[in-house]
DNA sequence: CCGGCCCAGTAAACCGCTTTACGTGGCAAA
DNA sequence: TTTGCCACGTAAAGCGGTTTACTGGGCCGG
């Protein structure tokens, strides 16, 4: 690999005239100039970048940390974060955790490697603590999709509320009464959030949520099956569910089907977040649309501020949108 | 933050000694260790990334590209190949190029910024000699997935032509005589050995296949809908089809049943790849499962011994599997 | 009592680039 | 003729580590 002096030497000036030329810091002459570019060429340079940041300090490049670059809603949310970047010249380091709280770390850890300028955290697991702990270390972070309680960085988030109440009064308005919730853990943000829009949509029709209809485990597929299992194990069964993730409604989905529980027919289903497949399944689900290209462009666009220190704190809420497809049916008593 | 000197002046040596000591290249008596593990501990001193890379030329790190990592394969194809990083004690840079050439490049170019000490390459479109000619100049390189020609470097791929000609075997062997190909562009190597695998099927069976229900175009949903809209259209009809990616599977499936075409009563349908949703679709999906996990720590596996020098071209090629489910029926004649 | 060896470290160069602070040489103005 | 300034650069330090070669002192054996 040809270095800058390589280049300087070729071209008859110091490096520090190639440097500069470069990065536009002087005025040169065409001859000059002329003769730097024949080099380069000749050469073959690239600039050797960690030499770049080590000088610099600057990486024009950020990290993005998601739970599971496998489960197709955080696959989109980073695609879009760095469709974003891109526009803006910085390259994306992203790295999955896998749930793993000790990768969680390591990832904000690498924050002062210097290798980047900042990070995007998504997490889906409640924090004890150890997290925000960290990031209150730093200012060049923001949350994207999950809060960390405690912790005071630009945060990103969509009307969690918002979803869960147009989804349950959808099914309130067709005739249902008896709803159940699934949704992840009970000490993410998103989860309490849901469950409040819920709750808050029941209170307003007037009608009782039960507490064994509620049920609080994780947003995973896996899940899903378990919980609607119990559902029908159950003395009463509800007449609709909510799920607060598609993952949730596709465990859901599967475990009503092997069970002859026809939905919409015997059992309506909401989810939440509109993933890709969404519309594939049988029944098309209807579901609250999460709008991901904009919640990563935006993260992206907050962390540029915080990295240039003309904005600090500040919480996004995204508007959802509840997408009509065939998993819910009016109640037909009986 | 804290660099190597100041630990080494709060700890009253030189930083020589604790780079060394900090590197397992020197002994020291305990006192020594004691006080620059106690110095690291109060300054919470943690190496510069950027600088130990600089001078050590080692990263420590690969970079993966990939074209789309909102695909569901592609990012579990990026999940497996991280999760057998982090065991070695490697960092992974994901990038996704969304199908531009131009970020490709940029991505093999990068090579040469120090920053990785290899890369693992997925495309997904022929290429035009560009990036042979740019990847001829590395040897730290696998490509995984899909093929770009006149490269000599390690490559981790599946059985293509295996995998279509079991799932056309399996067609043909249902008294299905009249079965369309739908898949990706054709100066791809996936594409080119699965066609291979679908005539060798139909050869031997003595069936003839038909230019017109051969449709190669992308790697698609779109695609899917299109060329089964173009199989619809037809004055015949197959009576099953091959699609050579789930994504394709998809789209057609979509089409069919906006069309009334019953699937599989009507329609057969054999997908490939066994992405997340295969199972979830109505019917659920028969398709041919891409071994992606073992694609994944393979490709890594293989980009270490590169690095290491211990080895150099070598061609895996990973076993398929027919996963049966519930979208391919018995023809029925009439 | 002296030479040599080992222990416990150190000085200094280097990785490739940036940046601050300085030259030069030539020409116009005084 | 001298001053001064501008155009065209350069020297050298620094980013935070690693590594090679070396050294000073204590102790042991002869």
């Given at each position: 690999?040809?270095?800058?002096?390589?280049?300087?030497?070729?071209?008859?000036?110091?490096?520090?005239?190639?440097?500069?030329?470069?990065?536009?810091?002087?005025?040169?002459?065409?001859?000059?100039?002329?003769?730097?570019?024949?080099?380069?060429?000749?050469?073959?340079?690239?600039?050797?970048?960690?030499?770049?940041?080590?000088?610099?300090?600057?990486?024009?490049?950020?990290?993005?940390?998601?739970?599971?670059?496998?489960n197709?809603?955080?696959?989109?949310?980073?695609?879009?974060?760095?469709?974003?970047?891109?526009?803006?010249?910085?390259?994306?380091?992203?790295?999955?955790?896998?749930?793993?709280?000790?990768?969680?770390?390591?990832?904000?850890?690498?924050?002062?490697?210097?290798?980047?300028?900042?990070?995007?955290?998504?997490?889906?697991?409640?924090?004890?603590?150890?997290?925000?702990?960290?990031?209150?270390?730093?200012?060049?972070?923001?949350?994207?999709?999950?809060?960390?309680?405690?912790?005071?960085?630009?945060?990103?988030?969509?009307?969690?509320?918002?979803?869960a109440?147009?989804?349950t009064?959808?099914?309130?308005?067709?005739?249902?009464?008896?709803?159940?919730?699934?949704?992840?853990?009970?000490?993410?943000?998103?989860?309490?959030e849901?469950?409040?829009?819920?709750?808050?949509?029941?209170?307003?029709?007037?009608?009782?949520?039960?507490?064994?209809?509620?049920?609080?485990?994780?947003?995973?597929?896996?899940?899903?099956?378990?919980?609607?299992?119990?559902?029908?194990?159950?003395v009463?069964?509800?007449?609709?569910?909510?799920?607060?993730?598609?993952?949730?409604?596709?465990?859901?989905?599967?475990?009503?089907?092997?069970?002859?529980?026809?939905?919409?027919?015997?059992?309506?289903?909401v989810?939440?977040?509109?993933m890709?497949?969404?519309?594939?399944?049988?029944?098309?689900?209807?579901?609250?649309?999460?709008?991901?290209?904009?919640?990563?462009?935006?993260?992206?666009?907050?962390?540029?501020?915080?990295?240039?220190?003309t904005?600090?704190?500040?919480?996004?809420r995204l508007?959802?949108?509840?997408?009509?497809?065939?998993?819910?049916?009016?109640?037909?008593?009986?």
């Amino acid at each position: 690999m040809a270095t800058l002096s390589d280049v300087a030497e070729e071209a008859g000036v110091s490096p520090t005239a190639v440097s500069r030329y470069l990065n536009n810091r002087i005025e040169l002459p065409q001859g000059t100039r002329d003769r730097i570019d024949a080099a380069i060429a000749k050469l073959d340079y690239r600039p050797n970048l960690l030499a770049k940041r080590l000088s610099t300090g600057k990486a024009e490049a950020i990290s993005l940390v998601t739970p599971e670059i496998g489960n197709p809603f955080f696959a989109e949310l980073a695609a879009a974060v760095e469709a974003e970047a891109e526009r803006h010249g910085y390259a994306v380091y992203m790295s999955s955790t896998r749930g793993d709280r000790a990768r969680e770390v390591d990832a904000i850890k690498r924050l002062h490697d210097q290798h980047v300028d900042g990070l995007i955290m998504m997490t889906n697991q409640p924090d004890d603590g150890t997290l925000a702990e960290l990031l209150a270390r730093h200012d060049n972070v923001v949350l994207l999709d999950e809060d960390i309680p405690g912790v005071s960085v630009p945060r990103v988030f969509v009307e969690n509320e918002e979803g869960a109440y147009a989804a349950t009064k959808l099914l309130i308005e067709a005739g249902h009464r008896d709803i159940a919730l699934i949704s992840g853990p009970s000490g993410l943000m998103s989860v309490r959030e849901r469950l409040a829009g819920f709750q808050r949509a029941m209170d307003e029709a007037g009608v009782a949520t039960r507490d064994e209809w509620i049920l609080l485990g994780q947003y995973s597929r896996e899940f899903g099956r378990e919980a609607a299992e119990r559902l029908l194990a159950g003395v009463e069964r509800p007449s609709a569910i909510v799920a607060c993730s598609d993952y949730l409604a596709v465990g859901v989905l599967q475990v009503l089907r092997q069970s002859g529980v026809a939905v919409p027919g015997d059992m309506s289903l909401v989810g939440f977040d509109d993933m890709p497949f969404a519309e594939l399944v049988d029944p098309a689900l209807t579901t609250v649309r999460q709008p991901v290209a904009e919640m990563g462009r935006i993260a992206f666009e907050r962390l540029l501020a915080v990295i240039n220190k003309t904005e600090t704190e500040t919480v996004t809420r995204l508007p959802v949108e509840l997408v009509v497809r065939k998993s819910v049916a009016r109640f037909e008593r009986g």
